[in-house]
């Protein structure tokens, strides 16, 4: 008797999941993090980035006469723009990773889930605008525009250049990882809403 009312007990107990824990995603998880180093690089490798080159303006007799010209990412608002967008992403991916290991269980986990994916939609928005706006000003800057008479200046800070350029690259990749996440996250929240 007392071995039959012991097996109940344990079938009753394996039959009914525990609810109080939800499982990590470690894919969505590792998605982030990449993200989040990826947005960061970006933000951290453009915002840092800065060249000075002495130029030829005048000359007198057999003189030159030469100038410091600086190109930094602030003298443009468009890189402004990418810097800050890119930071945001970056700060909201960190918040996200810390909620999921540090932050508390949720009563109500669809309501969690659904403001992270709105919130994860939103951030793809900003920095895909980032991007676009500071890819514009970079493919300017390499090569010009005649119609506007706006000459390029790549070919005088090349080494600026390249930083951004591979700042935007691993912006690129920072949003393809956030739309990637962004779809997870939807479904993930469309699986919830199922059962």
């Known amino acids: 008797m007392a071995s039959e009312n012991a097996e109940k007990l344990e079938l009753g107990s394996s039959a009914v999941?525990?609810?109080?824990?939800?499982?990590?995603?470690?894919?969505?998880?590792?998605?982030?993090?990449?993200?989040?180093?990826?947005?960061?690089?970006?933000t951290l490798v453009m915002a840092l980035n800065k060249q000075s080159k002495n130029l030829v303006v005048a000359t007198i007799g057999t003189n030159p006469i030469t100038a410091t010209i600086s190109a930094k990412f602030h003298h443009t608002p468009a890189f402004v723009f990418f810097v800050i967008a890119n930071g945001i992403a970056s700060v909201h991916n960190m918040v996200v990773i810390a909620l999921d290991f540090l932050g508390p269980r949720f009563d109500n986990q669809g309501l969690y889930l659904t403001l992270i994916a709105i919130f994860d939609m939103m951030i793809m928005a900003l920095a895909s605008a980032g991007d676009g706006a500071?890819?514009?000003?970079?493919?300017?800057?390499?090569?010009?525009?005649?119609?506007?008479?706006?000459?390029?200046?790549?070919?005088?800070f090349g080494t600026y250049c390249n930083r951004g350029g591979g700042a935007l690259i691993a912006s690129f990749i920072g949003i393809i990882l956030l739309l990637i996440i962004t779809v997870m996250s939807i479904t993930k929240l469309l699986k919830l809403n199922r059962i």
């Open 17 to 42: 999941p525990d609810q109080t824990k939800p499982k990590k995603d470690w894919i969505l998880l590792s998605l982030r993090v990449v993200a989040l180093l990826a947005t960061a690089s970006a």
């Open 134 to 156: 500071a890819a514009f000003m970079s493919e300017l800057g390499r090569n010009g525009n005649s119609h506007a008479r706006w000459a390029k200046i790549c070919d005088k």
